[in-house]
């Protein structure tokens, strides 16, 4: 994502991770229940993933967005 400078990538350990890009640091590490197929950032910087249990999962950096 070129507005926000992250990257995310996902491995065989089951988590998914969120770089800046600017700094290389890790700002946040999420872990699935399975493997996990795919990764993605939306316009919107939410990190989309889908796992091998079938389920996608959306995550989000803004507060106003959580599910309550």
Not at 35 to 50: A, K
């Amino acid at each position: 994502n070129m507005d926000k400078n992250l990257l995310v990538s996902a491995s065989d350990d089951r988590n998914v991770h969120a770089w800046e890009m600017g700094s290389g640091k890790i700002i946040a590490k999420l872990l699935h229940p399975n493997t996990i197929w795919c990764c993605e950032l939306s316009p919107l910087n939410d990190i989309i993933t889908g796992c091998a249990d079938g389920a996608v999962r959306i995550f989000t950096f803004d507060k106003s967005r959580y599910a309550s």
